[in-house]
């Protein structure tokens, strides 16, 4: 339960602070901290703010800070000791009944899963959560939100599966659906899925991640294929720049998972010595509008809850209808605008490019700048091989010829070989029923093992070894990665 859903006069203790970095460190430094109790001394139905007494104080907290505040309710301790001891005594027993079930809430850990389509996160998905989803490599397969459970450590989790996206604007149905989810469900940590063999591209929105100031772990997936390219990351003076623990994982075989929550649980208890909220510098020019507009968006204090003001103003810069929705309906929404207009027109005349372009160029500035600094690049050998792999099963000229030949010769493979273990079968089930044959009395028990097991068992197993190439093939094609070249052309 929330905070703000608590009556006047109600009790509870402290569990969780949701929301960005900056906000629920203001939230926490005034005592909102688990564990502590927390007593409502004034919530009319309509009033905002809302007074309470924290360690001895008395605060007060906007309504839509304090629904950010996750609570248990000291009733609901009375309740679970069958309404005993008494509200005004705080005896040992009730003691270790709030401590038990704010422990409980406080170990249940939301997590989200961002990153581009086809980087890993529904392989990680299910090795984290055993689920068994299809692992699809066209783009699309994932187009809701999937939720898994499990446990470890002691801590429940819970993990969402969200639609690959490239960044953080309003341009698709997928991005849009992310930023709701992550704005709607404010999940604790999130895990951004990058590929380790594709970092240029697939940090830009690792950079947009950072500008919301969210707590997150940066899981350096497909980091096998890394290790095979021969180029050496130094992962851990890269996190240490952006502020954000990196670990490399390998989802399709589980390599790495274990760290990676090991740290999720760190980060999640504040404990990581590695995160630390950094801004991305997009240059004098652009940095001065931000800033215009961040301090006219903090004084508000109902609009940053979700997301950082930094992040808000970068999105209004940029010209991001959603988020100019979300902020339409404050009363400041006028002056915000005539504010943003002066900014983006300024910068767009400084720079001489819309501000979009300016505020991309500049994040792909500061990427290639930390993997000037942390990427080495190795023999490019199998990089090259890949790249020639590549351009010819995808060319104009080739590309369908060598589809069509690799589908001739699956099923060919399929129906021709396969016809040999097919009669090997075929003449084995035969022998068999013919040796049972002579040695049964008619009767209806031959009869039923001649023409009803041995009869319909093998009438099916004949198949078995057209499905066993069919699928070794179709295996084949998807591990190698060539389903998904197949799926491009
Ligand atoms: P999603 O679109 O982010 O959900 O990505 P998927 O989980 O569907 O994975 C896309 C493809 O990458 C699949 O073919 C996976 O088998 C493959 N893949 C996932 N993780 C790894 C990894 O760590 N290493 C390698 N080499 N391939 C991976
Ligand atoms: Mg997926």
Not at 192 to 213: C, F, G, K, Q, W
Not at 246 to 274: A, C
Not at 330 to 340: I, P, V
Not at 382 to 402: E, M, N, Q, R, W
Request: glycine share 8%; proline share 3%.
């Amino acid at each position: 339960m929330r905070l703000s859903d608590l009556q006047t006069g109600e009790k509870a203790v402290i569990v969780k602070v949701l929301g960005h970095g900056a906000f629920r460190k203001r939230i926490m430094e005034m005592g909102f901290i688990r564990g502590q109790r927390v007593e409502v001394l004034l919530n009319a139905p309509l009033k905002d703010p809302i007074k309470y007494k924290i360690m001895g104080y008395e605060v007060s907290l906007r309504r839509s800070e304090a629904s950010m505040v996750e609570v248990i309710s000291l009733d609901d301790v009375y309740r679970a000791n069958d309404g005993e001891p008494a509200r005004s005594s705080v005896s040992f027993l009730e003691e270790e009944t709030v401590k038990q079930m704010v422990d409980r809430s406080a170990k249940t850990i939301n997590i989200a899963l961002v990153g581009n389509p086809n980087c890993g996160k529904t392989s990680l998905f299910n090795v984290a959560s055993g689920a068994r989803e299809h692992v699809g490599n066209y783009s699309g397969v994932t187009v809701d939100a999937k939720k898994g459970y499990f446990t470890y450590k002691g801590y429940h989790f819970n993990i969402y599966d969200l639609p690959g996206t490239y960044s953080l604007s309003a341009y698709t149905p997928e991005e849009i659906y992310v930023r709701r989810h992550l704005r709607e469900e404010t999940p604790d940590v999130i895990v951004n899925v990058v590929v380790a063999s594709n970092l240029e591209r697939n940090l830009y929105l690792t950079t947009e991640l950072i500008d919301m100031d969210v707590s997150m772990v940066i899981a350096l997936n497909m980091y096998d294929e890394l290790e095979n390219s021969g180029n050496v990351l130094d992962y851990d003076t890269l996190g240490g720049m952006i502020g954000v623990p990196v670990i490399p994982t390998v989802s399709k075989s589980g390599r790495g998972i274990e760290n990676l929550f090991d740290t999720v649980i760190d980060v999640y208890e504040n404990q990581n010595p590695k995160v630390r909220h950094i801004h991305i510098n997009h240059g004098p020019v652009i940095e001065q509008g931000i800033k215009v507009l961040k301090d006219a968006l903090k004084t508000d204090p109902r609009i940053i809850k979700h997301f950082s003001p930094r992040y808000l103003a970068i999105k209004l810069l940029e010209g991001d209808r959603e988020v100019e929705n979300l902020l339409r309906k404050e009363q400041n929404f006028g002056s915000w605008m005539t504010l943003r207009d002066k900014e983006k027109s300024k910068i767009e005349k400084t720079l001489g490019e819309d501000v979009e372009s300016a505020v991309a160029n500049e994040k792909y500035g500061f990427i290639s700048g930390a993997l000037k600094e942390t990427l080495t690049w190795g023999n490019k050998e199998t990089a090259h091989l890949t790249h020639l792999i590549d351009s010819l099963v995808t060319s104009k000229v080739l590309g369908f010829p060598i589809f069509l030949f690799l589908m001739w010769l699956m099923f060919e493979a399929t129906f021709t070989v396969g016809a040999y273990p097919m009669s090997w079968i075929e003449s084995g089930v035969g022998l068999l029923s013919e040796w049972i044959n002579s040695i049964m009395l008619e009767g209806p028990l031959k009869d039923l093992i001649i023409n009803g097991i041995i009869g319909g068992v093998g009438g099916v197993i004949v198949f078995l070894p057209n499905i066993l190439i069919l699928y070794f093939f179709i295996s084949f094609m998807e591990d190698s990665g060539y389903m998904a070249r197949a799926a491009f052309i």
